[in-house]
T-cell receptor
Framework: DQQVKQNSPSLSVQEGRISILNCDYT??????FLWYKKYPAEGPTFLIS?????DKNEDGRFTVFLNKSAKHLSLHIVPSQPGDSAVYFC????????????FGTGTRLTVIP | DSGVTQTPKHLITATGQRVTLRCSPR?????VYWYQQSLDQGLQFLIQ???????AKGNILERFSAQQFPDLHSELNLSSLELGDSALYFC??????????????FGSGTRLTVV
């Protein structure tokens, strides 16, 4: 059962515009959410995270929004750059203390120059 | 280079065989995690070791086993391989047993192909 879902396998955006990547989850016990970026032939790299006690976290061009009531989070990239082209994974962890992550299936972002 | 080293990068083997994947964590990290990414799937957690001890277990098959050695490197052993075991296997490490909030550091993965 996929507890973290990314329903858009791919997204194309023009350079300079905003990229919005979406993620939904089903388990209300998740307390931390993370976004990873993955380039081909590389492992995922940590991008940004948000605690369930917050609704927004910003780091430079990247902002993550959390809507707990809707069990939805999104990653905004503004402005998008060609180097942002990668697969983005949403991940979540549980409150229980076990720190394995539950990953979505990823969204491939293509930023068109 | 993330500092997490996985070998080999690619592995092709036949059904029924056994393979060993190796992971060296980032210097100073005590926790190692193994994840499997099958085609068009998200990363699935297999197992975590912390300072030589098994800490958490996910949906790891009985045909799979892992260990972490005193020098903190880890090995994932896959036996009686089936076609469905073909996947990318990622190793990640973190400084301690609690990684959430700042994430893990992943290696570049081992691509296993079972033919």
């Amino acid at each position: 059962d996929q507890q973290v879902k990314q329903n858009s396998p791919s997204l194309s955006v023009q350079e300079g515009r905003i990229s919005i990547l979406n993620c939904d989850y089903t388990n209300s016990m998740f307390d931390y959410f993370l976004w990873y970026k993955k380039y081909p032939a590389e492992g995922p790299t940590f991008l940004i995270s948000i605690s369930s006690i917050k609704d927004k976290n910003e780091d430079g061009r990247f902002t993550v929004f959390l809507n707990k009531s809707a069990k939805h989070l999104s990653l905004h990239i503004v402005p998008s750059q060609p180097g942002d082209s990668a697969v983005y994974f949403c991940a979540a962890s549980l409150q229980t203390g076990a720190n394995n992550l539950f990953f979505g299936t990823g969204t491939r972002l293509t930023v068109i120059p | 280079d993330s500092g997490v080293t996985q070998t080999p990068k690619h592995l092709i083997t036949a059904t029924g065989q056994r393979v060993t994947l190796r992971c060296s964590p980032r210097s100073g990290d005590l926790s190692v995690y193994w994840y499997q990414q099958s085609l068009d799937q998200g990363l699935q957690f297999l197992i975590q070791y912390y300072n030589g001890e098994e800490r958490a277990k996910g949906n790891i098959l009985e045909r799979f086993s892992a260990q972490q050695f005193p020098d903190l490197h880890s090995e994932l052993n896959l036996s009686s391989l089936e076609l469905g075991d073909s996947a990318l296997y990622f190793c990640a490490s973190s400084p301690n047993s609690q990684a959430v909030g700042y994430g893990y550091t992943f290696g570049s993965g081992t691509r296993l192909t079972v033919v």
